[in-house]
């Protein structure tokens, strides 16, 4: 999970080399911490939050297929 995450946000940055992705165990669950430059957190989430929902999608999407529960948080 965490390399999709890190792929799909170095897809959509101008500054890849500053994405970082981190994920951890917590209650039962998944979490993927994705950090941005801050010049890039308007790309990541998107208007209205379209491109965030949407990477939260593919990602829970993907997650099924493991039979896991995932969050994606963007810092």
Not at 4 to 27: F, M, R, W, Y
Not at 54 to 62: G, M, S
Request: no cysteine; glycine share 6%; net charge positive.
């Amino acid at each position: 999970m965490r390399e999709l995450v890190e792929k799909i946000a170095k897809s959509l940055v101008d500054n890849p080399d500053e994405v970082t992705v981190s994920q951890e165990e917590e209650n039962g669950s998944l979490v993927i911490k994705l950090k941005v430059a801050p010049s890039d957190m308007g790309k990541v989430i998107g208007k209205q939050g379209r491109i965030a929902k949407a990477i939260r999608t593919l990602v829970k999407t993907a997650a099924v297929k493991e039979d896991k529960k995932v969050i994606v948080e963007i810092l």
